[in-house]
């Protein structure tokens, strides 16, 4: 399986708008460091998944027929807003798999379109394919899945939006020695951020976990800056995530 | 002062997503004809106002400073999905006009972050500069303003969206003697939409208003589609807008 990250930024991303810092800067001159809400297309088996629906171009990028499902992570709009024009198309239902959550965002529910919204419960594992999906409760402000990727001995767990994981979701990811884990780092080391990780709290996630390699996603202007002047004091282990990293698992 | 259509579409737009009618196919090859959400920019005295929020791209064509206010017309997401990630930027405020809608749209009210909210109420005027603004009541499935622009003897209404006017404000711009009237017009001729106006409404609209030009908008699928083949029946004062359409008043 192939896991592209096609968003690394929080809701507000790089560049973010109104900021005249150096490195937003430099980043609306060099867009290829920008970072978009956080979400990732999953390819496995000849089947593309998309993870989170933030993205505000996802009717461009993936014509119709060529995403299989979409799975989200949960509501919140830098999570979902991309879904809002794409249900107002023609031809098959697109299956979005989802946590349980009466609200929503908006009106997606009550005017679905061609999606078709349906709840997964947690730890129950399901299979598209061969490719074994469990979806795990995240710790955030709203319901929250992580998922949990396993195909031939390989697996991957993509975690956001979360601060710090449930001990249950501790202990499977720990029983399972997974290949990638992919986690939300929102803010730097020692910032406090209610509903996210900062670095501290990724780094002592990836030291219980230790899997093979951690990448960070959901990286905020703040920490993005801390990145820039920072990156070396980093573990070998631990990668920053950017717009269009690949994952080979 | 200078109108510019951003967006002439309905929810769904041109091309619709998953569509292959050779209307479809030749728009998605010839993206100068799509159709994104309805939207506008008034320029006036050297200011900048955004009507409505749809577009996926706000933050890129308007730089921070760009924009003095935006008016929006309702909180359906086709008309305000562009603020979700707007909101997260920095720096100074910007006021967003509004009807009153308790409920707007997802969280925005709850996290407005750098926009600010203003309620407006219906018909009481107020200045922008020199430009006079009169939210006017529409009829539409959710609290929904069209807006009359007065400056220097010229005036443009931007009714969108709406089924019929209520016989108050068709009072009101039947003495104002209005120069242009946008309309939201979505469906062909005989087609009944609960919500928006069809091609028949429209024209009865414009015969009972007699505006010096009227110019359609919140264009639908089937409507885009009739239009292509029966322009040339259309009244001369009626034109097709399109994205980029531009009145100068």
């Known amino acids: 399986m192939r896991l592209t990250l096609l968003g690394t930024g929080d809701a507000g991303g790089m560049p973010r708008y109104g900021c005249d810092c150096d490195r937003c800067e430099y980043v609306r001159n060099n867009m290829q460091h920008c970072r978009r809400p956080a979400s990732a297309l999953l390819e496995c088996d000849?089947?593309?998944?998309?993870?989170?629906?933030?993205?505000?171009?996802?009717a461009e990028r993936f014509p119709a027929g060529s995403l299989d499902s979409i799975l989200?992570?949960?509501?919140h709009a830098d999570h979902v807003q991309?879904?809002?024009?794409?249900?107002?198309?023609?031809?098959?239902?697109?299956?979005?798999?989802?946590?349980p959550d009466t609200s929503g965002c908006g009106d997606l529910f009550k005017h679905p379109g061609i999606l078709e919204f349906r709840s997964l419960k947690k730890y129950d594992a399901f299979y598209l394919g061969d490719?074994?999906?469990?979806?795990?409760?995240l710790i955030h402000s709203k319901p929250t899945f992580g998922y949990l990727f396993e195909?031939?001995?390989?697996?991957?767990?993509?975690?956001?939006?979360?601060?710090?994981?449930?001990?249950k979701v501790e202990e499977l990811l720990i029983d399972k020695e997974i290949d990638t884990l992919i986690i939300d780092t929102s803010s730097p080391p020692n910032v406090e951020n209610?509903?996210?990780?900062?670095?501290?709290?990724?780094?002592?996630?990836?030291?219980?976990?230790m899997p093979k390699k951690t990448v960070m996603t959901?990286?905020?202007?703040?920490?993005?800056?801390?990145?820039?002047?920072?990156?070396?004091?980093?573990?070998?282990?631990v990668d920053i995530g950017h717009d269009g990293y690949r994952i080979y698992n």
């Not at 989200?72 to 509501?75: E, G, I, N, S």
């Not at 024009?85 to 098959?92: A, F, N, Q």
Request: aromatic content about 8%.
């Open 46 to 58: 000849g089947k593309r998944y998309l993870i989170d629906a933030g993205l505000m171009d996802i």
């Open 72 to 75: 989200v992570t949960h509501f």
């Open 82 to 99: 991309g879904l809002f024009h794409l249900r107002w198309g023609t031809g098959d239902k697109i299956p979005v798999l989802c946590p």
């Open 131 to 137: 490719l074994k999906v469990t979806p795990l409760p």
């Open 151 to 167: 195909y031939k001995q390989q697996s991957i767990a993509y975690m956001v939006d979360t601060k710090g994981l449930p001990p």
């Open 194 to 209: 209610r509903n996210h990780n900062n670095l501290g709290e990724t780094l002592a996630i990836h030291e219980t976990l």
């Open 218 to 237: 959901h990286i905020g202007h703040d920490l993005d800056l801390w990145l820039n002047d920072n990156a070396s004091k980093l573990p070998d282990e």
